[in-house]
């Protein structure tokens, strides 16, 4: 394993389960110290810090709510207070509150909202303050390094799940806008776009053979997406390989915004 991130610390926000648990496992493979960021349920964010630590990394639990500002600036105080700084700034928490159109609560709304976009805000704006508060470091070309967790649904369209596709679409021009603003401080910010990844949050989409089959007719690549695809994509777009990548969406989505609909018809 190339350890591309070695000396590095890095921070990913609703790490206990999925995409950010599968990322902090990747960062720390690659090097890096990991602090593990959860919402409410700190086992599973403590175990996964404690298998890091015994297979010869570093990394720790840390809560916090990212849709709220209190919550955050106490949740990046303590990766200072535990490593000094930080390098690399994963902001990946979200979830889903499903339902039709006219159904859709203002709560719902909101609650989708003030975690997917604000929360994403709140953790990125705290990422630059503290690059620029600590200076540049020799273990990076970058000052410092955010990566947005978006979907393909900033692109794609999503009946039934307007708050989502909204959040997401946000942190399309949010990511974009703060890229450009940053760059000339040396600090690089991307997003990752997943398409169907196999973690809780769409586990109704790949759990029975039915739902499969019907998931994958929208994925031309032909398989369901591990927490791995997204975690090496990450430890690319943390690392200098990717120093000159400012601004950019990755999909990691096996073809999923290729529109398949089209590939045999038309
Ligand atoms: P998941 O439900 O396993 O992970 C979401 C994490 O966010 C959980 O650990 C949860 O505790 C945390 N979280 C929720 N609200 C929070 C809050 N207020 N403060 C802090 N943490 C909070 O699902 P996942 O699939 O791993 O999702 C991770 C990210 O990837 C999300 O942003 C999601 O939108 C995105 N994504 C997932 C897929 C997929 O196919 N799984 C596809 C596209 C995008």
Known sequence: MQRSLEGQIA?????SSGIGAGVAQSLADAGAKVAINYHSHAEPAE?????ITANGGDAFAVAADVSDE???DAMFDAVVKRYGTVDIVVANSGLQKDARFTELTLDDWRRVIDTNL??????AQRAVREFQRRGPRPVSKALGKIICMSSVHEIIPWAGHVNYASSKGGIQMMMKSLAQE????RIRVNSIAPGAIRTPINKDAWDTQEALDRLLTLVPYGRVGEVEDIGRAAVWLASDDSDYVIGTTLCVDGGMTLYPGFADNG
Request: proline share 4%; charged share 15%; hydrophobic share 50%.
């Open 118 to 123: 604000t929360g994403q805000f709140l953790t």
């Open 182 to 185: 940053v760059a000339p401080l």
């Open 47 to 51: 175990k996964l810090a404690a298998e």
């Open 70 to 72: 209190h919550e955050t």
């Open 11 to 15: 921070l990913v926000t609703g790490a």
